[in-house]
């Protein structure tokens, strides 16, 4: 089952590349970014879509970055706060088994 979603996996990732580059070979004029204050060399169209791609998901990342952090933090919180507990439950179960045998030891 494990290598039919490998192959899965490998026959859509093959099928992204193809149709990667099938639009970097029909995308081929040269086109010159003006940004206002600055204009940019002129490289492929393919270029220009695919760095804006790249940016467009390293800003992502960037912006999940603190959602991330804070996650990381709970977690981390909820995990100490469940060792405590776990051990709070240990002491209740072993102090539950003592105190019977003090009261036999006292009747």
């Known amino acids: 089952m494990r290598w039919i979603k490998g192959l899965i996996l490998a026959v859509i990732l093959l099928v992204v590349l193809l149709i990667g580059i099938l639009f970097a070979v029909n995308n081929q004029q040269a086109i010159a970014l003006n940004l206002i204050w600055v204009e940019l060399p002129a490289v492929s169209f393919s270029v220009w879509l695919l760095a804006a791609l790249t940016f467009g998901v390293l800003l992502g990342m960037l912006a999940m970055l603190g959602v991330y952090a804070r996650l990381k933090t709970r977690l981390a919180r909820s995990e100490r706060h469940n060792k405590q507990q776990r051990k709070e439950l240990d002491r209740l179960r072993t102090q539950e088994f003592k105190e019977p045998r003090?009261?036999?030891?006292?009747a």
């Open 102 to 106: 003090e009261l036999k030891e006292l």
